[in-house]
């Protein structure tokens, strides 16, 4: 069976108990920008509601020309104002370098991607840079954000200061 | 009190029914790449279990470079070899255009983005339009991509063929 196929599935039973229409507009006024990774299922893990914050993710959860297109999206139309960084223990982007990745491309696909990876290897280094790259955005109107680390063997936050 | 403090402490209920270590690939072998909007918890919505599937959000689930960047490292180096698009109704997007957008953010902050805010008027014809962009992307060892629409209503999710 085709993975979607599952997903539409599973999908029938979350509707039958939907709890409902809530406003476009988050309403605790804040965006997650946070890795793609699998282990982390954002909503019960951070204790949010439908409805209630903007979640952004990419491998890394590294701040991109896209991180901060949806996070200028989402303050400018959408009224967010802070925005929390999750980042994790045991990262696939530490388990590898930009070099070698852009050959491992090239060997299995003949194409050389001219966009880097963004592997790193200290996972606080890699959040305040997240932050840093954040409070000097120019199209932000709020800069107000905070950083953690996710334990992916405990399950606990630790914010990174 | 700051959101990432409400964060903290709802994840230490979390951790406290933590279930355990998986491993960094996916289980499923599955990427979605999903709009952000707060009503979507997609691992329930989807029927996720931790360890199953890399999630990939931005403003609309669009497919940009740092998509194609995150899809890249989630079958070469993590795995995966199918891919699901879930898009939704009533978008934030579809309530301006990228003229309007730039002049807004302009207007507030001074800077005009030299990127795109990529709205769209046909939430069908951009799920299309993105499984196109990802069936042609030349760094992909699989392009089995399906895409979804997503009701924020009725909580269900429609395949788009």
Chains 1, 2 share one sequence.
């Not at 605790?28 to 699998?38: I, L, Q, T, W």
């Not at 949010?48 to 701040?63: P, Y």
Request: charged share 30%; with cysteine; aromatic share 4%.
């Amino acid at each position: 069976m085709a993975e979607i196929d599952r997903m539409l599935e599973a999908n029938a039973e979350w509707a039958e108990r939907f709890p409902g229409s809530k406003p476009v507009a988050p309403a605790r006024k804040v965006a997650v920008v946070a890795c793609m990774d699998s282990r982390m299922p954002l909503f019960p893990l951070l204790g949010l509601e439908v409805g209630d914050a903007h979640v952004i993710r990419n491998a890394g959860g590294v701040v991109t020309e896209d991180t901060v297109r949806s996070l200028t999206i989402s303050q400018h139309l959408l009224g967010t104002r802070e925005i929390v960084l999750v980042h994790h223990t045991d990262c696939g982007l530490q388990k590898s370098n930009d070099v070698d990745f852009a050959d491992l491309v090239e060997r299995e696909t003949g194409r050389r991607p001219p966009w880097s990876a963004r592997t790193f290897t200290d996972v606080d280094a890699d959040v305040r840079e997240s932050m840093r790259l954040l409070r000097d955005c120019p199209y932000l109107v709020s800069r107000e954000v905070r950083g953690t680390v996710y334990d992916v063997d405990t399950g606990r936050l630790r914010e990174v200061t």
